[in-house]
Nanobody
Framework: QVQLVESGGGLVQPGRSLRLACVGSGGMLDDYAVGWFRQAPGKEREWVSGCGTSVDFTYYHRSVQGRFAISRDNSKNTVYLQMNRLKPEDTAVYYC???????????????????????WGQGTLVTVSS
């Protein structure tokens, strides 16, 4: 079972960028579908983006479409979330999650469902504030 560790969070001014990393251990992330979720204080967890085992299958929540980009570096066993033009409402703890996807069946619906993921990281805090 792969284990996940997120990094890259921090305090950033509105309009700036951050790149989050989700590093896998104990398994190869290229065999897993990976999703990014976030949870703001007092709010429910929200799906942000997801990537099937191929980067040809990437999806985004409408609130981040055009600003965020998910990518993979299989040589580093890492999935990234590049976040541009950050807004205060992007402030949250960001989590990556993974599930085995040997048949490459991920869709936007399955990638956005937190109940379908087997493994979660501990989260990294992103604060967008001036």
């Amino acid at each position: 079972q792969v284990q996940l560790v997120e990094s890259g969070g921090g305090l950033v001014q509105p309009g700036r960028s951050l790149r989050l990393a989700c590093v896998g251990s104990g398994g190869m992330l290229d065999d897993y579908a990976v999703g990014w979720f976030r949870q703001a204080p007092g709010k429910e967890r929200e799906w942000v983006s997801g990537c099937g085992t191929s980067v040809d299958f990437t999806y985004y929540h409408r609130s981040v479409q055009g600003r965020f980009a998910i990518s993979r570096d299989n040589s580093k066993n890492t999935v990234y979330l590049q976040m541009n033009r950050l807004k205060p409402e992007d402030t949250a703890v960001y989590y990556c999650a993974a599930r085995a996807d040997p048949w490459h069946t991920s869709t936007e619906i399955t990638l956005s469902d937190p109940n379908l993921y087997d493994t979660w990281g501990q989260g990294t805090l992103v604060t967008v504030s001036s």
